[in-house]
């Protein structure tokens, strides 16, 4: 089987799978402090690392865990999982709630959202689906298209999503992760785009803003980005 054969296999066996992805966001709302009285802090963050593997053995696959801090006022962490079903992801998320760390967190954002097949480039799937590491920074967003882009004539939608993936060409470094979200919370579709450099991110957003899809767009927010940090480490850091 040539590379060619094979790549178009594993496209096919990606898109005849069912996978759920969620991105999950917190608050730090009870410090864990220093001194006398504060919190184990190597405890806390073993006991989620624990739950984590755990989770990996069960199906369940953390992607990473992010810190948004500073980017957001109103946000400190975002968790990135999927697993073959929704079910499973609720079940994680409760359970990481019910850690001691979990339990100083409040919840911000959280969205599921998975993937189906392209409408019309079948090849382009999500790269946390095509067995590819994640980046060192994350930018995640849903968006709603406008109430005529459904109505449009194929080959209209067609021409604009081309465009739309030229303009992204020079941006082969920056991996894309369009999944669907329709009837699973407020938003039609979910988009995170991975990268190691932080820049390369901002500079493809900017860019994309002069394609014609953009006006068939009528909400995109919020944004949530952040570098991917383990949670031990991130348990070291706040507050």
């Not at 500073?70 to 962490?77: K, N, Y």
Request: proline share 5%.
């Amino acid at each position: 089987m040539s590379e060619q054969q094979s790549n178009a296999a594993r496209v096919r066996e990606i898109n005849d799978s069912i996978r759920y992805t969620m991105w999950s966001v917190f608050r730090l709302a009870d410090v864990l402090g220093d001194g006398p009285g504060s919190a184990d802090r190597d405890a806390e963050g073993a006991e989620v690392e624990e739950l984590f593997t755990e989770l990996g053995e069960g199906g369940v696959v953390v992607r990473g865990v992010y810190d948004v801090a500073g980017l957001r006022a109103d946000a400190d962490l975002m968790v990135w999982w999927h697993a073959e079903d929704s079910e499973s992801l609720q079940q994680a998320y409760h359970r990481f709630r019910r850690t001691s760390f979990g339990r100083r967190l409040d919840p911000v954002w959280s969205q599921l959202a998975l993937h189906r097949p392209a409408e019309f480039n079948k090849s382009h799937v999500p790269a946390f689906l095509d067995e590819e590491a994640p980046k060192r920074h994350v930018c995640v967003y849903p968006f709603v298209r406008s109430y005529e882009w459904y109505l449009l004539p194929d080959d209209e939608r067609r021409t604009m999503l081309k465009e739309h993936g030229m303009q992204a060409r020079p941006y082969p470094d920056v991996r894309a992760n369009t999944v669907a979200s329709f009837a699973l919370g407020d938003y039609e579709w979910m988009l995170a785009f991975e990268a190691d450099e932080l820049h390369r991110i901002v500079d493809l957003m900017r860019d994309l803003r002069a394609s014609g899809a953009r006006r068939h767009v009528r909400e995109e927010v919020p944004f949530y980005t952040g570098a991917l940090t383990p949670v031990a480490e991130l348990v070291q850091r706040l507050p």
